[in-house]
T-cell receptor, first 113, second 112 residues
Framework: DAGVIQSPRHEVTEMGQEVTLRCKPI?????LFWYRQTMMRGLELLIY????????DSGMPEDRFSAKMPNASFSTLKIQPSEPRDSAVYFC???????????FGDGTRLSIL | GENVEQHPSTLSVQEGDSAVIKCTYS??????FPWYKQELGKGPQLIID?????GEKKDQRIAVTLNKTAKHFSLHITETQPEDSAVYFC???????????FGTGTRLKVLA
């Protein structure tokens, strides 16, 4: 049974470039979450979707960040333009519903030079 | 909203000893508490969870206890092994949403 799949695993790019992170949730899971992990701030929730609809984007740091979920099996997190302070590990997680565990992908390590 | 505090931030134990990590939460309506293990270069992986209608749950060397009155829950690892070395996170749900608030993590080192 495939878990949450994220791509790319690593991304290194220059400041100002557009970055797109991708996530394929576990089949049958109705909720999808995007997190950012840094040493200073720990694991932060950026946005989550339920049945492909964005429910809470209060964690998105600023307008440079956007997320979409065009269908139940795919989501993207986009940063445009990117800045060095966006460097972090970005995780995607999915879950079947309330009171259930979230299942995480292995993350995308993003470095903005 | 929910607030989760986790202690200690680092923990070193000798191989074979036990390790205990504690978390407190603020939302009395929370009813599900997962624990995650994160190894280097990987995402957090669920290792055990507990629901509010039980006080303790065990899975081999791992156990979780829950005290709803005091609003705290703990992870217990017995007979620790070097492969238990990782960062452990507790989490609690925010009532009325699908969001989880994660603790700040505990870096466990098991010394051989």
């Amino acid at each position: 049974d495939a878990g949450v799949i994220q791509s790319p695993r690593h991304e290194v790019t220059e400041m100002g470039q557009e970055v797109t992170l991708r996530c394929k949730p576990i089949s049958g899971h109705n909720s999808l979450f995007w997190y950012r992990q840094t040493m200073m701030r720990g694991l932060e929730l950026l946005i989550y979707f339920n049945n492909n609809v964005p429910i809470d984007d209060s964690g998105m740091p600023e307008d440079r960040f956007s997320a979409k979920m065009p269908n139940a099996s795919f989501s993207t997190l986009k940063i445009q333009p990117s800045e060095p302070r966006d460097s972090a590990v970005y995780f995607c997680a999915s879950m079947t519903g309330g009171g259930q565990p979230q299942h995480f992908g292995d993350g995308t390590r993003l470095s903005i030079l | 909203g929910e607030n989760v505090e986790q202690h200690p931030s680092t923990l070193s134990v000798q191989e074979g000893d036990s390790a205990v990590i504690k978390c407190t939460y603020s939302d009395s309506a929370s009813n599900y508490f997962p624990w995650y293990k994160q190894e280097l270069g990987k995402g957090p992986q669920l290792i055990i969870d507990i629901r509010s209608n039980v006080g303790e749950k065990k899975d081999q060397r791992i156990a979780v206890t829950l005290n709803k009155t005091a609003k705290h829950f703990s992870l217990h690892i017995t007979e620790t092994q070097p492969e238990d070395s990782a960062v452990y996170f507790c989490a609690a749900p925010t009532s009325g949403t699908y969001k989880y608030i994660f603790g700040t993590g505990t870096r466990l080192k098991v010394l051989a």
